[in-house]
């Protein structure tokens, strides 16, 4: 079983930067596409940024140039490098991962969320 934690979370004001950690836990043979996703209620999950195995990314066009996500494949571990935060970046911030486990099976699974709040 695998099992993803985010932390990193909060309260900012605008401007403000905060970094986001995932760290996956657990029995796997290999992560290969990492992603950072946000909800906020009422609307759907949307993807803000992912990481493929080959450290190719894609950003949603709302935070290009102000977020960056990066891998450590040492400490199985993604991060996403929050800048210029606005007040509509407020959601929670879930992470995914697409996990090969050690009988090569693939699935994804979610972490449980962080809150970050953009507000004076």
């Known amino acids: 079983q695998v099992r993803l934690v985010e932390s990193g979370g909060g309260l900012v004001e605008p401007g403000g930067s905060l970094r986001l950690s995932c760290r996956a836990s657990?029995?796997?043979?290999?992560?290969?596409?990492w992603g950072w996703y946000r909800q906020v209620p009422g609307n759907e999950r949307e993807l803000v940024a992912s990481?493929?195995?080959?450290?190719?990314?894609n950003y949603a066009d709302s935070v290009k140039g102000r977020f960056a996500i990066s891998r450590d494949n040492t400490r199985s571990t993604v991060y996403l490098e929050m800048n210029s935060l606005k007040p509509e970046d407020t959601a929670v911030y879930y992470c995914?991962?697409?996990?090969?486990?050690?009988?090569?099976?693939?699935?994804?699974?979610w972490g449980q969320g962080t809150q970050v709040t953009v507000s004076w």
């Open positions: 995914n991962a697409d996990v090969r486990d050690k009988r090569l099976i693939d699935f994804a699974t």
């Open positions: 657990g029995s796997f043979y290999s992560i290969s596409r």
């Open positions: 990481i493929t195995a080959g450290l190719s990314t």
